[in-house]
């Protein structure tokens, strides 16, 4: 149980920090924000639980091919917002297509030999 709160209390602290950062400084919070510290964290913490070199290798791998998708909400958003949609629509634009390029990744990855 401990494990567990160790776990999300570390998950929690990277938020609160890129979140303030990027309140007093946007880019510095992005940089902080585009570190892989929660794919790190779990990595670290999917080795301490199985110790499995496989396991650990395929998800490497396939956090990847799972980042590659959701790469263009990073430039949705922003446009939308410089042609004044507002930040709700403009996040829900972003996560729709993320979860659309998501879906047609799980579809054609395995057509492609990825293991996901």
Same mark, same amino acid.
């Given at each position: +149980?401990?494990?567990? @709160?160790?776990?999300?209390? %570390?998950?929690?602290?990277?938020i /609160?920090?890129?979140?303030?950062?990027?309140?007093?400084?946007? $880019?510095? $919070?992005? #940089?902080?924000?585009?570190? &892989?510290?929660?794919?790190?964290?779990? +990595?670290?913490? *999917?080795?301490?639980?199985?110790?499995? =070199?496989?396991?650990?290798?395929?998800?490497? %791998?396939?956090t990847?091919?799972? /980042? *590659?998708?959701? #790469? &263009?909400?990073? @430039?949705?958003?922003?446009?939308?917002?410089?042609?004044? /949609?507002?930040?709700?629509?403009?996040? *829900?634009? !972003?996560? =729709?297509?993320? +979860?659309? #390029?998501?879906?047609?990744? /799980?579809?054609? !990855?395995?057509?492609?030999g #990825?293991?996901?």
């Amino acid at each position: +149980m401990y494990y567990l @709160l160790i776990k999300a209390v %570390a998950s929690a602290i990277i938020i /609160v920090i890129v979140s303030e950062t990027a309140r007093r400084n946007p $880019g510095t $919070g992005a #940089l902080i924000a585009s570190l &892989p510290l929660i794919s790190v964290l779990g +990595m670290i913490w *999917l080795w301490r639980d199985t110790q499995d =070199v496989a396991r650990l290798a395929d998800h490497s %791998a396939a956090t990847f091919w799972y /980042v *590659l998708p959701s #790469l &263009p909400m990073f @430039l949705v958003i922003p446009a939308l917002l410089k042609r004044g /949609v507002g930040f709700w629509p403009a996040l *829900l634009a !972003g996560c =729709v297509l993320t +979860m659309a #390029l998501y879906a047609s990744m /799980v579809w054609a !990855g395995p057509k492609f030999g #990825l293991k996901l």
